[in-house]
């Protein structure tokens, strides 16, 4: 590495940093425009789905069990719209085949925004992995850049600012539909399986440009880093050409272990709502039927957040538990083995290793947004837990990955504000070939990722 490379890439580090930092403040101001927006009727010209568009469904001879994982079925370019104002940039959206939690093979999107000048013969890949997080299908990425509109579509379109100073950089973005084409949401090894094979496949696609060599770089923050941190672990096993081309992996406000998390938000102010969402996920993507074991409150609030949106239960059910919702005779989650089954399927680092470096970050401070520490797992940023992220640090460390490990006294949300330009630089220098820093060794103790225990 000369000095000149290191120089360039510490600049381009900075540069990327600093713009970063005015867009924590824009998306902050999108957002309550967004919120704002929710409440007010939606126009009544939005009377088809997104997903309508013939471009989603699979029309081929071959039965798509038998078509290659990651194959390119579908092409098309549009333009690159926000609430469905299209902006002068183009972007190539990929359907291709995956498959879903359940091993079967599904179709999958994804979107592609190239560079107006890049500055390298090689493109640089960086796959940016949405916190869409959404029930709903038609808030998938794909959908909202081609022009979708409403409350749960302005989470990716507030993205945009998010990714655009790697985009100014010289980087292209990848932006695959994580939870694939029935909304998975939570079910985080799938997320995994959608974005290494929409990695395979605009790799694939002469109107992706990105080729089979280029580099690349995972990213992604909360419900974006499921997919990324799943995607770096299950990358070896499942996609080994992918993975030899991973350069390193930044996450930050990561879910380790759904099955503790359950506990961490059950009762808090704003992040109560997500218990019954993530049950809704992954009884859809593992096929099974968790509102059986609900009473008929919960059985309400279940069947009402099918197609919801994590910007409409976000302070929705304030104080709102397991015990709530759930027949007398179930007093825990650990009590229902169906439960217990598939959470235990969730825990990360049980899928493989990751290849490649990467850099974690995580908040502690909760409480800013209603989530007091837990007796038994400790503080977390309001929705992740702290001790569970430096676990999953500590166990990488010890098979041997190189991870930066940074803890901040902030919440959920405001944690961005200092994750996203290290993340940034870090990456930056991770695509320059530069070493990759390492905490392994000063990580503090965290909590057991044991698998939970079933409780009769």
């Given at each position: 590495m000369t000095a000149t490379t290191a120089e360039t890439a510490t600049i381009e580090g900075e540069t990327m940093a600093r713009r970063a930092r005015p867009?924590?403040?824009?998306?902050?101001?999108?957002?309550?425009v967004g919120l704002l927006a929710g409440l007010a009727p939606q126009a009544a010209s939005a009377a088809t789905s997104p997903l309508d568009d013939p471009f989603y469904t699979y029309s081929g001879s071959t039965p798509l069990q038998d078509v290659a994982a990651g194959t390119v079925l579908k092409t098309r370019t549009v333009p690159y719209s926000i609430q469905g104002l299209p902006l002068p940039i183009k972007a190539v959206q990929v359907l291709y085949?995956?498959?879903?939690?359940?091993?079967?093979?599904?179709?999958?999107?994804?979107?592609?925004?190239?560079?107006?000048?890049?500055?390298?013969?090689?493109?640089?890949?960086?796959?940016?992995?949405?916190?869409?997080?959404?029930?709903?299908?038609e808030d998938q990425p794909s959908a909202a850049i081609a022009g979708g509109q409403g409350l749960g579509k302005a989470i990716a379109n507030i993205e945009t600012l998010v990714f655009a100073p790697?985009?100014?950089?010289?980087?292209?973005?990848?932006?695959?539909?994580?939870?694939?084409?029935?909304?998975?949401?939570?079910?985080?090894?799938?997320y995994g399986y959608t974005t290494l094979d929409s990695l395979r496949a605009i790799s694939q696609s002469p109107a992706a440009g990105v080729g089979t060599t280029s580099k690349i770089g995972l990213m992604g923050y909360s419900g974006g880093a499921i997919g990324s941190e799943w995607a770096a672990e299950l990358a070896a096993s499942y996609a080994p050409a992918v993975s030899k081309r991973i350069v390193g992996t930044a996450i930050g406000g990561v879910l380790v272990h759904p099955g503790h998390n359950l506990h961490y938000v059950e009762g808090s102010t704003v992040w109560a709502g997500v218990l019954p969402m993530a049950l809704v996920g992954i009884s859809r993507g593992f096929g099974?039927?968790?509102?059986?074991?609900a009473n008929d409150y919960?059985?309400?609030?279940?069947?009402?957040?099918?197609?919801?949106?994590?910007?409409?239960?976000?302070?929705?059910?304030?104080?709102l538990t397991w015990a709530k919702i759930a027949k007398p005779e179930f007093k825990t989650p650990e009590s229902v083995k169906a439960y217990v089954d598939v959470a235990n399927q969730l825990i990360m680092s049980t899928g493989g290793t990751p290849s490649a470096p990467l850099f974690i970050g995580q908040g502690t401070g909760g409480y800013l947004e209603g989530t007091q520490p837990s007796a038994t797992y400790g503080a977390g940023d309001g929705v992740m837990i702290a001790g569970d992220v430096r676990s999953l640090a500590?166990?990488?460390?010890?098979?041997?990955?190189?991870?930066?490990?940074?803890?901040?006294?902030?919440?959920?949300?405001?944690?961005?504000a200092q994750w996203l330009p290290s993340a940034y630089a870090w990456l930056t220098a991770r695509f320059a070939g530069l070493p990759a820093p390492s905490s392994c060794g000063k990580i503090a103790p965290g909590n057991s990722l044991e698998p939970i225990k079933l409780v009769r």
């Open positions: 867009t924590i403040l824009a998306s902050a101001v999108l957002m309550l085949r995956t498959r879903n939690q359940r091993g079967e093979a599904v179709v999958n999107a994804t979107t592609v925004v190239r560079p107006l000048l890049s500055l390298s013969l090689r493109p640089k890949v960086l796959s940016y992995q949405s916190f869409y997080d959404s029930l709903n299908p790697a985009l100014l950089a010289g980087y292209t973005i990848n932006i695959p539909d994580t939870e694939g084409q029935t909304a998975d949401f939570a079910a985080g090894p799938e099974i039927d968790l509102s059986v074991y919960g059985k309400s609030i279940l069947t009402k957040l099918q197609k919801a949106s994590i910007a409409e239960v976000l302070g929705a059910y304030p104080g500590r166990t990488y460390c010890s098979r041997g990955v190189t991870v930066k490990y940074d803890e901040y006294l902030l919440s959920h949300f405001t944690s961005v």
